[in-house]
């Protein structure tokens, strides 16, 4: 039979969330029952519930930055027991058969992968995501916790963390290579700290300098504040790879500018609106502009490790279940460092 559990939605784009019930499943043989711990607030979340990215399927429970316990597991699981320490992420579904399935870039199936909210179940349901008590995923989709990472700040790396570690692991961000990223936010923290570990000189391009001791303590290099003019002018042509965090109006061409020949900027950010480029800030350096997803499990599961051996979890604040609205509206303002993280105890 199916379990009730309580969790917060949203029922519409201009309401604040709302305390719920929502179903989960019964475990079939290849699924992981998991008791959520702690969920992850991501700017997504918002951008999905207020509808800026299409249409929603209200009520809706959002979260994809998952950490909690294995409490029930399917007769076929072999993975996971009961009482083991585990993740969810941004996806817990693919077709399994694509050609990019085939080559484990599940988050890249060209039939969509299945979000973890917002998403077309197995059952034909809507998938309901972190912002509850539990969820049932099956298990090629659950993510292994390593005993170095503390469970709240392993949350938000299920999204922030491998959204920056894949497109720098990507593009070869490491020993001499120069690496800059836009934003010191959820995701541009540990873009920082990830390209740091990785040996990579890192430097960091903020709207101000208000953020620049704790860049520079997370690993960041040099500070620059991108509303200074003669910053475009001393960093020209300076960067290997530029990876952009924020979900924000850019002039893109101004940033390409900054790239040395055969650099590459990466957008993981996802503003609501079209961004124009010049072909010509490409042209004259052989420069690449270029997107990128979340990593595939297998590269979620390489991240978390990698973080668990240098030491690496997100900056949170973490909060109870009925702050989450003042959350958002904290998000919306920049008014966190780094990651409002809910401990999900406090939905009972």
């Not at 994809?64 to 699981?77: D, L, S, Y």
Request: glycine content about 10%; charged content about 20%; hydrophobic content about 40%.
């Amino acid at each position: 039979m199916p379990t009730t559990v309580k969790a917060y939605a949203a029922t519409a784009p201009d309401r604040p969330l709302e305390p719920t019930t929502i179903e989960r499943r019964d475990v079939g043989p290849r699924d992981v029952r998991i008791e959520i711990k702690f969920a992850g607030i991501c700017h997504s979340d918002i951008h999905t519930a207020r509808g800026e990215w299409g249409g929603v399927p209200y009520p809706l429970v959002v979260g994809h930055e998952i950490a909690g316990v294995v409490a029930e597991v399917g007769a076929e699981v072999t993975r996971f027991a009961v009482g083991d320490r585990v993740g969810v992420g941004c996806m817990v579904n693919s077709c399994g058969e694509c050609e990019q399935c085939a080559k484990g870039l599940q988050q890249y199936c060209l039939k969509g992968n299945t979000q973890t909210y917002a998403g077309t179940d197995r059952d034909g349901t809507v998938t309901q995501g972190g912002y509850s008590q539990q969820v049932v995923v099956t298990e090629d989709f659950v993510l292994r916790i390593p005993d170095g990472l503390d469970l709240d700040v392993a949350a938000p790396l299920l999204c922030a963390g491998i959204t920056t570690y894949s497109p720098l692991r990507h593009w070869g961000a490491g020993p001499g290579t120069k690496v800059a990223v836009v934003g010191m936010g959820g995701l541009g923290h540990m873009a920082v700290k990830i390209a740091h570990a990785l040996g990579a000189e890192v430097t960091v391009l903020s709207q101000s300098l208000k953020k620049q001791e704790d860049g520079l303590r997370l690993g960041a290099d040099h500070y620059f504040a991108t509303s200074d003019p003669d910053t475009f002018t001393e960093l020209a042509g300076r960067f290997d790879l530029i990876v952009n965090t924020v979900s924000a109006e850019l002039d893109l061409n101004a940033y390409l500018s900054l790239l040395a020949v055969d650099g590459t900027m990466v957008n993981v950010g996802a503003p609501p609106q079209p961004l124009p480029i010049q072909v010509f800030s490409l042209i004259p350096a052989r420069r690449s502009f270029a997107g990128s997803s979340i990593g595939s499990i297998a590269e979620t599961q390489e991240m978390l490790d990698f973080c668990a051996e240098h030491g690496l979890g997100a900056e949170i604040e973490v909060i109870a279940a009925d702050q989450v609205n003042e959350a958002w509206e904290r998000v919306l303002a920049s008014d966190v460092r780094y990651r409002f993280v809910i401990d999900t105890a406090t939905l009972a």
